[in-house]
T-cell receptor, first 113, second 114 residues
Framework: EAGVVQSPRYKIIEKKQPVAFWCNPI?????LYWYRQNLGQGPELLIR????????DSQLPKDRFSAERLKGVDSTLKIQPAELGDSAVYLC???????????FGNGTRLTVT | AQSVTQPDIHITVSEGASLELRCNYS??????LFWYVQSPGQGLQLLLK??????LVQGIKGFEAEFKRSQSSFNLRKPSVHWSDAAEYFC????????????FGGGTRLMVKP
C-alpha cells in the first residue's frame, strides 16, 4: 500500500511569509494527525482529525496556524505569518482508528529565516 | 498529564553488541506504550507496542521491549545490533481509549561502531 505522502519535503521562507503543507493519508484511514518536531526533540501533536472533524486542536497555535481536511481525505496545514520559532519538521500521520497504529509521512522540514 | 523520559540522548554501541534503550513514563492508569524509530530525513516507523497482556513484547527488526509497571519503564532491547540500526529511537505513551493521542519522549540517538 502507498504510505502517507507529504509535500513539499523542504521549505525555506522568510519570517512573516505564509506557508502551507499538504498531506495525503493512507487510503481508508479516517484519522489524520499533524505533529511538529523541533530539532532534537520528539514530535508534539498539533491537531487530530476524525474524518473531516478536528477532534483535538488544543495544541494548535490558533493565532497563526490553521488546518483543514476537506472531504475527510487530504489535509493542509497553514502558517500565516511564519515566525523564526516555527522552524521544525512537520509530520503528518494517519491511522484506521484511535487505537490503530500510526503511519507517518516523511515530513516537511521548514526553515524560517 | 502523561509524560515520557528517555534519559540517554546519545548511545554508541559496537556492531554485534547488545543494546538497551531506557524509557520511563508517567501516567495515572495503565498506559499504551510504543517504540518508534526514525532514520535521517524519514518519518517514524513503529517498532512495537504494548497495550495489555504479556509484558514482554516482540517487534520488528529483532527488537523487544519489556513493560515493568513497578518501575514505570518500557525499555527497548536488541541482542545484537547491526550497523543499519543507527537511527533515532522514540518512546511514546498513549491512554486507553485514545491510544494514538501520543506523548513522545525526547529520543535517543543510536550510533553503531563497526
Amino acid at each position: 500500500e502507498a504510505g502517507v505522502v507529504q509535500s513539499p519535503r523542504y521549505k525555506i521562507i522568510e519570517k512573516k511569509q505564509p506557508v502551507a503543507f499538504w498531506c495525503n493519508p493512507i487510503s481508508g484511514h479516517n484519522t489524520l494527525y499533524w505533529y511538529r518536531q523541533n530539532l532534537g526533540q520528539g514530535p508534539e501533536l498539533l491537531i487530530r482529525y476524525e474524518n473531516e472533524e478536528a477532534v483535538d486542536d488544543s495544541q494548535l497555535p490558533k493565532d497563526r496556524f490553521s488546518a483543514e481536511r476537506l472531504k475527510g481525505v487530504d489535509s493542509t496545514l497553514k502558517i500565516q505569518p511564519a515566525e523564526l520559532g516555527d522552524s521544525a519538521v512537520y509530520l503528518c500521520a494517519s491511522s484506521l482508528g484511535s487505537d490503530s497504529p500510526l503511519h507517518f509521512g516523511n515530513g516537511t522540514r521548514l526553515t524560517v529565516t | 498529564a502523561q509524560s515520557v523520559t528517555q534519559p540517554d540522548i546519545h548511545i554508541t554501541v559496537s556492531e554485534g553488541a547488545s543494546l538497551e534503550l531506557r524509557c520511563n513514563y508517567s501516567y495515572g492508569a495503565t498506559p499504551y506504550l510504543f517504540w518508534y524509530v526514525q532514520s535521517p530525513g524519514q518519518g517514524l516507523q513503529l517498532l512495537l507496542k504494548y497495550f495489555s497482556g504479556d509484558t514482554l513484547v516482540q517487534g520488528i527488526k529483532g527488537f523487544e521491549a519489556e513493560f515493568k509497571r513497578s518501575q514505570s519503564s518500557f525499555n527497548l532491547r536488541k541482542p545484537s545490533v547491526h550497523w543499519s540500526d543507527a537511527a533515532e529511537y522514540f518512546c511514546a505513551v498513549g491512554r486507553q481509549g485514545a491510544g494514538n493521542m501520543l506523548t513522545f519522549g525526547g529520543g535517543t540517538r543510536l550510533m553503531v561502531k563497526p
